[in-house]
T-cell receptor
Framework: AQSVSQHNHHVILSEAASLELGCNYSYGGTVNLFWYVQYPGQHLQLLLKYFSGDPLVKGIKGFEAEFIKSKFSFNLRKPSVQWSDTAEYFCAAATGTASKLTFGTGTRLQVTL | GAGVSQSPSNKVTEKGKDVELRCDPISGHTALYWYRQSLGQGLEFLIYFQGNSAPDKSGLPSDRFSAERTGGSVSTLTIQRTQQEDSAVYLC???????????????FGPGTRLLVL
């Protein structure tokens, strides 16, 4: 069965530090990949997604992610985090015919001043 | 237009009681999903509706869980004879198309936090 793994459960960074959150998926066929973010007290919202084309995807608030098919990875990056990036980040995948998203367990990011 | 709305926002119930959770999707979205988010867990898929097609119920954890979608819009998730392990946040999402086939974004509601005592 398809699965998504996020190995970083809790990350603490100082403002201006660089961020990379890992995401690996298990499916070998066509796959669409998503990063969702949940800010404290808010609902899940899309950060960015890969559907096709350029494997380097840019999203909102300066985030980007790179789809590396050979590594089954879709890591999220940001060169300089801000305190307002404190949130929980979820990676998700959907296969070519899937009607649902398979989510990772999430990474809680805490940015300190 | 308005986003996905869910009600109630919080629900506390006693073990053994039935509960109903409601979801209003974004107008025009044909696909509607229910997920469950337990403490420390990711989102667990429960059920999916698409237009007039038969729903995908493959994620429902037991026959105590059921859902319906009336008129292709509002959906209700019902949990019968609730158990303490049902305590979680129940999230609804809607989309124009499928995340796998079309790469469509799912838009999530704020969730219903269910606590079974």
């Amino acid at each position: 069965a398809q699965s998504v793994s996020q190995h970083n459960h809790h990350v603490i960074l100082s403002e201006a530090a660089s961020l990379e959150l890992g995401c690996n998926y298990s499916y070998g066929g066509t796959v669409n990949l998503f990063w969702y973010v949940q800010y404290p007290g808010q609902h899940l919202q899309l950060l960015l997604k890969y559907f096709s084309g350029d494997p380097l995807v840019k999203g909102i608030k300066g985030f980007e992610a790179e789809f590396i098919k050979s590594k089954f990875s879709f890591n999220l990056r940001k060169p300089s985090v801000q305190w307002s990036d404190t949130a929980e980040y979820f990676c998700a995948a959907a296969t070519g015919t899937a009607s649902k998203l398979t989510f990772g367990t999430g990474t809680r990011l805490q940015v300190t001043l | 237009g308005a986003g996905v709305s869910q009600s109630p926002s919080n629900k506390v119930t006693e073990k053994g009681k039935d509960v109903e959770l409601r979801c209003d999707p974004i107008s025009g979205h044909t696909a509607l999903y229910w997920y469950r988010q337990s403490l420390g867990q990711g989102l667990e898929f429960l059920i999916y509706f698409q237009g007039n097609s038969a729903p995908d119920k493959s994620g429902l954890p037991s026959d105590r869980f059921s859902a319906e979608r009336t008129g292709g819009s509002v959906s209700t998730l019902t949990i019968q004879r609730t158990q303490q392990e049902d305590s979680a946040v129940y999230l609804c999402a809607s989309s124009l198309g499928l995340p796998g086939l079309d790469g469509e974004t799912q838009y999530f509601g704020p969730g219903t936090r269910l606590l079974v005592l």
